[in-house]
């Protein structure tokens, strides 16, 4: 009954496909419309599980929800009882940061019936999975593409559905502890996003907390077929295996045919089935994965900047007109002067006719200055906006910084009552130091305050001596800063809120980074 409505579901959903289709077809056939990428479970660009080296471009926003079905045939322990039917669903989301770096995050979730092991969880959230993926900065022409992706797993799911080695095609969709991912990316493109073919290979690194279970090896490739604009046709082959233990034979190997349906509207379906090729376990009747397994995605991706880009296209083709149009006066003013100075010539003993070719060299250097004066005009607006253009793209930490004089740096963490940089804080100091170079006639102070909490000499101790490791550290990201950047503790004397809350002084335990020479910032904000 149940594979009766899901098979009734899809034969309604491909007729909604087709319709789509024709009319995305008859879109093309009117204007040149723009075509999302193709995209994983974590809606960067790939296939359903196989990524690609490809970024999504500065400023793409990509939305993606991705089910997957499948029945357990057998029974056996650490797997649902047979029969169970599996449901997972992802959602996910990416965005382009610039032309080399996504960040993505998804949220797992899974259901199931007839399963009646009460050991197991029947449903609930999954996997929380966040990470980024960085692209080297190749020429466009280079029909390679490198890349590498880090991911964080947080288990959040009650029990794992497989609990048998690493098992299952939802292994990472329904982890009940933490893995940290990383992944090098390899692409070919041949042709282009409407006629082509791409060839994408990954392998990745799993490291777990869990005492119970190893490190694991990741491959995956696979091959895409742009047939045209709006299809595209696709095969991956992916396994899974301990590091300290590898059976490539008998633990998760599967490979999975897709299509996916493109259209110029924002909006992409796909659909494909994991089939499994592990083969059994001699030594148990446990086995890696079932025999195979439906999926079915959509995914939205828009471009956030695309009427910027616009604008600036058409001011430069505006300019580029205007150029082309002062050089055909230009090149006409010449041809007129070159013929007053052989009227000149010929006419030299006639004085009537020397002031007339006088008053017209004058016209002519009048033309010529009003000629000047418009060029000039034109290359001091494309300055200024050149000019915006550059304070468009600070970061709010610049503009904090520039406009107040006063920067908090609130992501730098401390344990209590030490010293030493929390690890998660560096990615942001990195940031930070890159940021202050840019600057260099600022003179800085690092400043770190406490609550009052405590005796006043041990907060001021403490508050300079956190202060200083921030310094350290900048100055380890930027050398250049060594000679404009100083540190100083405050302890509890300079408190921003009342140290009588506890949220009072969770503000007043705080570093901040101040700018000495104020006077310097109206140059940074013409």
């Known amino acids: 009954m149940i594979l009766r409505k899901h098979v009734c579901f899809g034969v309604q959903s491909l007729g909604v496909l ?38 999504l471009g500065a400023g793409r926003l990509t ?19 047979s029969n169970a039917n599996i449901i997972t669903g992802v959602g996910a989301v990416s965005f382009g940061v610039n032309p080399y770096i996504d960040i993505f995050g998804s949220l797992a979730g899974f259901g199931s019936t007839n399963y009646a092991n009460s050991t197991s969880a029947k449903a609930g959230l999954g996997t929380v999975a966040g990470g980024v993926q960085g692209s080297l900065p190749l020429p466009v022409s280079s029909p390679l593409r490198l890349g590498m992706q880090c991911v964080i797993f947080a288990g959040t799911a009650a029990n794992q559905i497989n609990t048998d080695s690493a098992d299952g095609y939802n292994y990472f969709e329904t982890r009940t502890y933490y893995d940290f991912m ?9 042709g282009n996003e409407t006629r082509g073919l791409k060839l994408h290979l990954n392998e990745g690194f799993v490291f777990t907390v869990e005492k119970t279970k190893g490190n694991l090896l990741l491959l995956s490739g696979g091959v895409q077929w742009y047939v045209y604009s709006l299809l595209t046709l696709g095969v991956e082959a992916q396994s899974r295996t301990f590091l300290d233990n590898i059976a490539f034979k008998t633990d998760p190997l599967w490979i999975t045919p897709s299509f996916e349906l493109r259209t110029p509207y924002y909006f992409n379906f796909y659909a494909a089935c994991d089939i499994a ?3 059994d376990r001699s030594y148990t009747n446990i086995r890696a994965l079932e025999p195979y397994r439906l999926l079915a995605g959509i995914a939205f991706s828009f471009d956030l900047l695309a009427s910027k880009r616009k604008a600036e296209t058409q001011q430069q083709r505006k300019d580029a007109a205007e150029k082309l149009e002062m050089q055909n006066k230009t090149k006409q003013l010449q041809q007129i002067a070159d013929s007053l100075a052989q009227k000149t010539k010929d006419d030299s003993l006639a004085m009537e006719k020397q002031k007339q070719a006088q008053e017209m060299e004058r016209k002519r250097a009048d033309s010529l200055a009003a000629l000047k004066s418009r060029q000039d005009s034109i290359l001091l607006a494309d300055t200024k906006r050149k000019l915006e253009e550059e304070k468009s793209k600070r970061s709010d930490a610049e503009k904090q910084l520039l406009s107040t004089g006063l920067l908090i740096l609130d992501a730098v963490y401390f344990e209590s009552g030490k010293t030493e940089i929390s690890i998660n804080s560096r990615p942001y100091l990195n940031i930070i130091g890159k940021m202050l170079i840019k600057y260099p006639k600022l003179q800085l102070e690092v400043s770190g305050h406490t609550d009052n909490v405590g005796g006043v000499s041990s907060n001021m101790r403490l508050s300079q001596a956190r202060a200083e490791s921030v310094r350290e550290y900048l100055i380890q990201v930027a050398p250049d800063l060594a000679s404009k950047l100083v540190a100083h503790g405050y302890g509890p004397t300079q408190p921003k809120a009342d140290n009588k809350t506890a949220n009072g002084r969770k503000v007043n335990r705080r570093v901040e980074i101040q700018v000495l020479n104020k006077d310097v910032l109206k140059e940074y904000n013409q």
Do not use: H
């Open 18 to 55: 087709a319709a789509m289709l024709c009319l995305s077809a008859q879109a093309f056939s009117q204007e040149e419309q723009t075509i999302n990428p193709t995209t994983t479970v974590y809606a960067t660009r790939g296939m359903t599980q196989t990524s690609s080296a490809e970024a």
């Open 63 to 81: 939305v993606g929800l991705q089910g997957a079905w499948y029945q357990q045939k057998r029974n056996f322990a650490g797997a649902p009882d």
């Open 277 to 279: 090729l592990s083969q």
């Open 182 to 190: 990383g992944k090098l990316l390899q692409s070919c493109i041949l």
